[in-house]
């Protein structure tokens, strides 16, 4: 069994890839907006992620939850 990548639930999604990027050095993947469903996702990995063997982190922002 391999971790593809984690799931996190966040109430400021912008605080927290600031969080993921700044201090802990992860890059920023990639990120997508689902209005119709009213969320969004970002990815984040390290050294670019992606790669074979290296696991990602997904950040989801419900829309209608701010912390």
């Known amino acids: ?4 990548h ?7 999604l912008q605080r927290s890839i600031d969080f993921y990027t700044q201090v802990l050095g992860m890059t920023l ?3 997508s907006d689902h209005p119709e ?3 969004s996702l970002a990815f ?5 992620g992606n790669h074979p063997g290296q696991a990602a982190i997904e950040l989801t922002y419900n829309w209608s939850v701010e912390q």
Do not use: H
């Open 1 to 4: 069994m391999r971790l593809i």
């Open 6 to 12: 984690a799931m996190l639930r966040v109430g400021n």
């Open 29 to 31: 993947l990639r990120t």
């Open 37 to 39: 469903y009213q969320y």
């Open 44 to 48: 984040l990995g390290f050294d670019g």
